[in-house]
């Protein structure tokens, strides 16, 4: 069975820093782009990070971009979320999902299977 | 920034037929995807491709797609489908980011 389990999440204070990690099972990890997506409470998704099978391509929403880092050990099936200088609207449940990505032009982009998050707060 | 456009809300009765529609100027050049979200839940891929359903996922979801607006359709809507719906897409700039829509909240009545 394909299966994401997130990790991590807490109560951390403004300017803090916090590691989430998605530990997957069921596929070969390695073959598979990797997502994160928060949600706060009551509102939309947003997608916050991406990386490529071999962790060497990365991409991030601009509200994150050089505050979090996305990272992966495919020897233990693992993905990371390194976040730093969190801010109060930081707060949300961070899902981590499986996902596709190729093609030029019309690009085939999307998640198939998600994990049920793990609830990060940023509070003093 | 780029922005997909959804109705905050539709209302359905149980057998009829539920329309939300998802608008972003890129549409026309990058594919659809829909996303069914229940409360306390992850959630579930129901259409890709903008008119492709996963294995495991009723007929009676399909999604079209007609320049700026994409549409997923829910044909003989039941209890089980009241949900919030989310469209995805790509943008068309150098950066191709990730983009959800604003999300609709469907109800049966």
């Known amino acids: 069975e394909v299966q994401l389990v997130e990790s991590g999440g807490t109560l951390v204070q403004p300017g803090g820093s916090l590691r989430l990690s998605c530990a997957a099972s069921g596929f070969i990890f390695s073959s598979y782009w990797m997502h994160w997506v928060r949600q706060t409470p009551g509102k939309g998704l947003v997608w916050v990070s991406r990386i490529n099978g071999d962790g060497r391509s990365t991409t991030y929403a601009d509200s994150v971009k050089g505050r979090f880092t996305i990272s992966r050990d495919n020897a233990k099936n693992i993905l990371f979320l390194q976040m730093d200088t969190l801010r109060l609207e930081d707060t949300a449940l961070y899902f981590c999902?499986?996902?596709?990505?190729?093609?030029?032009?019309?690009?085939?982009?999307?998640?198939?299977?998600w994990g049920k998050g793990t609830t990060v707060t940023v509070s003093s | 920034s780029y922005e997909l456009t959804q109705p905050p809300s539709v209302s359905v009765s149980p057998g009829q037929t539920a329309r939300i529609t998802c608008s972003g100027d890129?549409?026309?050049?990058?594919?659809a995807y829909w996303y069914q979200q229940k409360p306390g839940q992850a959630p579930v891929l129901v259409i890709y491709?903008?008119?492709e359903r996963p294995s495991g996922i009723p007929e009676r979801f399909s999604g079209s797609n007609s320049g700026t607006t994409v549409t997923l359709t829910i044909s003989g809507v039941q209890a089980e489908d009241e949900a919030d719906y989310y469209c995805?897409?790509?943008?068309?700039?150098?950066?191709?980011?990730?983009?959800f829509g604003t999300g609709t909240t469907v109800t049966v009545v």
């Open positions: 491709k903008d008119n």
């Open positions: 999902a499986r996902g596709y990505y190729y093609g030029s032009g019309r690009l085939i982009s999307y998640v198939d299977v």
């Open positions: 995805q897409s790509a943008d068309s700039s150098g950066s191709s980011l990730f983009v």
């Open positions: 890129a549409l026309p050049k990058q594919y």
